[in-house]
């Protein structure tokens, strides 16, 4: 089974951040679909092999952190970009998805003004270095 370079799979329950990520996504030439789950994430990342999955951290229909380590435990998934974005205050939230496996984990604000740049670069339309 092939990565799919085009799908974004997400847990976000933040309508401002479906939006802006709906938008930046079709806008990279990509599509992106959002999940309600941690197992229903799981699940479709495991059938698709999307580019690129992305983790509200603050999302109030899962654990986080515990997803991150399921996601990172699975063999075919190792070659799909866990990108995660939390409150800025959260610094210990941060450092715990990081250490989960996480590849990028931003403050909401660099998520969301960065959002354009991560999905052109996992969307194969250019390189662009990764934001700190």
Request: hydrophobic share 50%; proline share 5%.
């Amino acid at each position: 089974m092939n990565q799919n370079p085009r799908k974004i799979l997400a847990v976000v329950d933040d309508l401002f951040f479906i939006v802006k990520i709906n938008d930046a996504a079709r806008r990279a030439g990509m599509v992106a679909e959002f999940l309600k789950s941690g197992t229903d994430l799981v699940e479709k990342a495991l059938a698709e092999l999307p580019s690129m999955i992305v983790i509200d951290l603050n999302c109030n229909s899962l654990q986080p952190v515990p997803l991150i380590e399921v996601l990172r435990s699975k063999p075919e998934l190792k070659n799909v970009s866990v990108v995660a974005f939390v409150s800025h205050i959260q610094g210990e939230l941060k450092m715990q998805a990081q250490n989960a496996g996480a590849d990028m984990v931003l403050a909401r604000s660099a998520f969301s003004l960065n959002l354009p740049q991560i999905l052109r670069r996992h969307a194969g339309m250019s390189s662009v270095a990764r934001p700190a």
